[in-house]
């Protein structure tokens, strides 16, 4: 299986080394990029072919869209017309499959990930959807590509997608907001800086390994933590008195509606 990259910026790269890693064969994945620098590093780091025109990675057996949302229209207009066999996978954020098949002539074999930032150390979890072109083969040749960064579920309903944007692309960040929050909360309780960083750091891997590998539900894992009259349950009020779980759901809830609007206005041109 060729590989073809449009684009070689950090979520490519990130998938590049995956698919090494795995012992995919350099040779088999070239890349177009604009910048020179870029190419350079890429070519350096991976010791792949990385060229300027879009037309280099036009005769892969799987073309990977990794370029902005708003450069996609035009990358897409300076390829040569596509093959059947060929599967285009998009990992741009908000752009519907039928639109790009629009934009491809018709082209029917189009699916579309939606990875997110975790993918850059190999921990990553993508969303997956592809159209009815897509074959069974085609199907597991995207699969095979994105697990070479962490983990994918597959929807099938391209809707859906806005809803993994909501959860797991967009959700990173809101890890990463109450880490900030408990390392401050550290600091105001006297510790040092890098104490309470470190803690913070530790407490969130400490417990997501723990409910990943134990299975149980977060509220019964929770449940085992949060002793009655105890610190954690006073902690937890707290957060309830504050509605801290009804203001994530609710910035899961913006972060879908806006992953919809970005689709509808890419999708006019």
């Given amino acids: 299986m060729k590989l073809g990259f449009i684009g070689g910026g950090n979520m490519a790269a990130a998938i590049i080394g995956g698919l090494l890693h795995q012992g995919y064969r350099p040779s088999a994945i070239a890349v177009v990029e604009p910048l020179a620098e870029r190419r350079a590093w890429l070519s350096h ?3 792949v072919a ?39 996978l998009s990992v741009a954020a908000g752009i519907r499959s039928p639109d790009i098949s629009r934009w491809l002539g018709g082209h029917a074999a189009v699916a579309r990930a939606m990875p ?16 009815s072109g897509v074959s069974t083969a085609q199907r597991d040749m995207a699969h095979h590509v994105m ?3 962490g983990s994918v579920v597959w929807v099938e309903d391209e809707a859906q997608i806005d809803a993994v944007t909501a959860i797991s692309g967009s959700g990173p960040a809101y890890v990463f907001y109450f880490i900030e929050a408990l390392e401050q909360a550290g600091r105001e309780l006297g510790l040092s800086g890098e104490t309470a960083r470190h803690l ?6 400490g417990a997501s390994s723990l409910a990943t590998k ?21 902690g937890i009020q707290a957060l309830e ?12 809830r913006s972060a879908a509606i806006r992953a919809q609007e970005m689709g509808d206005h890419f999708g006019q041109a």
């Fill in 45 to 47: 780091e991976f010791g």
């Fill in 50 to 88: 990385a060229e300027e025109h879009a037309a280099t990675a036009a005769g892969a057996d799987v073309i990977v869209l990794a370029v902005k949302p708003q450069q996609l229209k035009d990358v897409l207009a300076s390829l040569p017309a596509l093959q059947a066999r060929q599967l285009v």
């Fill in 116 to 131: 997110n930032i975790p993918a850059l150390v190999g921990e990553g979890v993508t969303g997956l959807y592809a159209q």
């Fill in 147 to 149: 697990t070479a960064v």
């Fill in 200 to 205: 913070a750091l530790r407490t969130f891997l």
């Fill in 214 to 234: 134990d299975g149980a539900p977060p509220n019964e894992l929770r449940a085992r933590v949060t002793s009655r009259g105890g610190t954690t349950e006073q």
């Fill in 241 to 252: 008195d504050a509605g801290v779980r009804a203001a994530i759901v609710r910035a899961a």
